[in-house]
Structures are given as structure tokens and as C-alpha cells.
């Protein structure tokens, strides 16, 4: 997708994010958006485009770590309950309980049992949810083995992206058949009328972002919110005040000027 298209597109897009986040906040609703897909699908990224401009307060991003030993002793789905979005929230989960049909059951981390009840469960508590007046959206990022391994390949010399390797995104290039099969599996059990998946297609991560973003606010029927309009006040004069002297304070050292040459000014 050209630059310059993609670029005033997601402008637009993000726009209509803002006038959502505003809607979502004066009207009480509960937005939850899960984002699940292959390692090096875009998912972090598409998130990062999503909240961009929007307010953190109202906007949030779940991204939890492994479950702590206590976790794994609770209700499979009870550590996630506590991050599910409040009256005037949005929530967008980087990875969700889907980690027990995909990571957890193709590397062993859960037992064929806890799969199953999983799988049994999952579609009963989304429909709880829905049922309670949150609107839930899954986007499952689409890409191929190919694409995954040169997006890979991009990080290994990259030292800014090099955290995001990890001994798993070898396991996901060696059990792509495995990983397969389980994101199958799971689409067949959890794809529903109530919570269904959606596929992005994202082997252009450009488009990708234009298309799920297009898509949520496509699904949401929203409303402008009119906002009262603000005004800044004439600052008064001081009275009885005398700044304290600049030799009082610590201040960081001007690294920028050192940037400068010195016919910039």
C-alpha cells in the first residue's frame, strides 16, 4: 500500500478512533477488542496505530505475562475477568485466553484436559460477556510461513527490535503445521454468532492496520459527541510572588544543544 495513501487513510481512521473513544466514554459502553494471530503477525503494531491518539484513561492495553504460580491454581479465565473494560472503557488485549489453544496446547504448557474444558468453556464465557452488553471483537492476523520468517530474519541484526525474538519464535517456525492445526481447531469451536473471529489479512501491514481499524468503527454504531467548547482564561498578574533564583534548582544538562552547529542558532 502506497506511503501516502496509507498515511492519510489512518489520519482519517484515527479520527473516527477519537470521536469513538469519546462515545464509548459519555454513553457507559464496554469495548473489548482481542488481538490473537502468529508471532511477527503485526498485532503489537496494529495496536500501537489503534491508541495512538487516543486517552489511556479510557483507553487500555492488556498484555499479560506468563501466570504467576498462584494463576495457574486459579479458573482458567479468572486472571483475564480482572481486565475486562469498566463502564467507558475500551480495552484491547495483545493476546488473550486464546493462549490456551494456540501457545499453551501446541507447546505442552496446558494438558490435553485443560484444552478441552477450554475449548468447552470459551465460547460459553464469551457469550456471558456479549450477554452483559460488552461488545467483543477477535481479529485473528493472517500471514505466511515466508512472511514470518523474513520478518524474523529483519530483527535479528535490528538492535531495536531484537527483544522481540525469543526462544518461542523458533518453536513457531518449527510446529507451523502444529500452530496450524490448533488456530483450526480453535476457529471451529469458538467462531460463533455471538462472538465471532474476523481474519486480517496482513501480509501487508499497512493494509492490514487501514482494514481492522476500518472494520471496528464500521461495527460500532457510534454517535459524534458534541464537546463543550473550551476557553483559556486571561492569566492573572502575580501577586506577592517572586521566583525563586535558576541556581536553586537542578536542572538537566542541555543535551540538544549539543546537537546544534552553530550557524543553526
Not at 489453544?101 to 465460547?123: D, N, S
Not at 454504531?221 to 476557553?231: C, G, H, L
Amino acid at each position: 500500500m502506497p506511503l501516502g495513501v496509507y498515511e492519510e487513510e489512518l489520519f482519517r481512521l484515527q479520527a473516527e478512533l477519537v470521536a469513538l473513544q469519546e462515545w464509548v466514554r459519555s454513553s457507559g459502553a464496554r469495548v473489548l477488542v482481542i488481538f490473537e494471530g502468529r508471532d511477527a503477525a503485526g498485532k503489537g503494531s496494529a495496536i500501537k496505530r489503534v491508541t495512538q491518539y487516543l486517552n489511556p484513561r479510557v483507553a487500555r492495553i492488556v498484555a499479560l505475562p506468563a501466570p504467576t504460580e498462584r494463576q495457574r491454581g486459579e479458573w482458567y479465565f479468572q486472571r483475564y475477568v480482572a481486565h475486562l473494560p469498566a463502564a467507558g472503557e475500551i480495552v484491547l488485549m495483545d493476546r488473550s485466553w486464546y493462549n490456551r489453544a494456540g501457545v499453551e496446547h501446541v507447546m505442552g504448557f496446558c494438558t490435553p484436559a485443560e484444552h478441552k474444558r477450554f475449548m468447552a468453556q470459551c465460547p460459553v464465557f464469551e457469550r456471558l460477556l456479549v450477554q452483559d452488553g460488552i461488545l467483543v471483537f477477535k481479529y485473528w492476523f493472517s500471514i505466511s510461513h515466508a512472511e514470518q520468517e523474513r520478518r524474523f530474519k529483519s530483527r535479528l541484526d535490528d538492535p531495536m527490535r531484537q527483544w522481540k525474538l525469543s526462544p518461542m519464535d523458533r518453536e513457531s517456525i518449527l510446529r507451523w503445521e502444529d500452530y496450524s492445526r490448533a488456530k483450526d481447531d480453535m476457529f471451529m469451536q469458538t467462531d460463533t454468532a455471538e462472538s465471532p473471529w474476523y481474519v486480517v489479512e496482513a501480509e501487508d501491514k499497512r493494509r492490514a492496520r487501514i482494514n481492522m481499524i476500518a472494520h471496528l468503527l464500521s461495527s460500532i454504531d457510534y454517535t459524534e459527541v458534541r464537546m463543550e467548547p473550551v476557553t483559556l482564561p486571561e492569566r492573572p498578574k502575580a501577586v506577592n510572588y517572586t521566583r525563586p533564583p535558576r541556581e536553586l534548582f537542578r536542572y538537566v544538562p542541555d543535551h540538544a544543544a549539543m546537537l546544534q552547529r552553530p550557524d543553526e542558532g
